[in-house]
């Protein structure tokens, strides 16, 4: 005899379950075409990191800010220092300087600065093993400056909603860029399989923080 689960939840929850199963399988296929493509290029003689761009261009995606990417070294090697990388950031609510916002406490930030971190402690301890080590930290980069600078006010201003769309998609973009990183470090085998499992958890995560900014920006 089978057993029926009902859903209690309303329609607006099951739409946004469906929205949320819509945008994995959307990453999903995204990331094996781009494994694919990678391994592609690369067996036709394209460096790593070249093979990496031309993946992320053919799926409609800007490389990282250059701007994060000119201080990757000097943020690896002040890892451990207390919190080097905010130098790289605009101004934001974990400058003490800056005027207190509501982003203070946001959960998205401190979900976003728990992945850089993790990026961090990984590039300090890898740092030379492989490429797509230096193009996590500057993908996580861009997800914590995009949800930084998101956050750093309410909605209720439409300049501030327009402003909030563009960062979004900015650290959407830094979301793909760290899964196809992940996936390459996997593949290459510079971390295990429970590493990449709790990057890929922290991923989700962040995905479904970001759509839920995005949805509250255009409401």
Do not use: C
Not at 1 to 10: D, L, Q
Not at 116 to 133: G, I
Not at 150 to 156: G, I, Y
Not at 170 to 190: N, P, Q, T
């Amino acid at each position: 005899m089978g057993i029926t689960i009902h859903y209690r939840g309303t329609v607006d929850d099951l739409g946004k379950i469906e929205t949320m199963d819509r945008l994995r399988r959307k990453n999903d296929l995204r990331s094996e075409r781009m494994t694919r493509r990678i391994a592609e290029a690369t067996a036709s003689g394209m460096s790593v990191n070249e093979a990496f761009e031309l993946a992320m261009q053919e799926e409609g995606f800007s490389p990282p800010s250059r701007e994060a990417a000119d201080g990757d070294e000097r943020l690896i090697e002040d890892v451990s220092q207390k919190q080097p990388w905010l130098e790289s950031l605009p101004s934001h609510p974990f400058d003490r300087d800056s005027q207190p916002s509501r982003s203070d406490t946001h959960p998205a930030v401190t979900e976003a600065e728990s992945f850089l971190m993790a990026a961090m402690k990984l590039a300090k301890e890898e740092r030379d093993t492989s490429p797509f080590v230096s193009i996590l930290t500057r993908a996580s980069m861009d997800m914590l400056g995009g949800v930084v600078q998101a956050t750093s006010d309410d909605f209720s201003a439409l300049t501030h909603r327009a402003l909030a769309i563009s960062q979004l998609k900015r650290a959407l973009a830094g979301h793909a860029y760290a899964r196809g990183a992940i996936f390459g470090l996997r593949s290459a085998e510079v971390i295990s399989q429970e590493q990449s499992s709790a990057f890929h958890d922290q991923l989700e995560s962040l995905l479904g923080t970001i759509h839920q900014l995005t949805e509250d920006a255009w409401a």
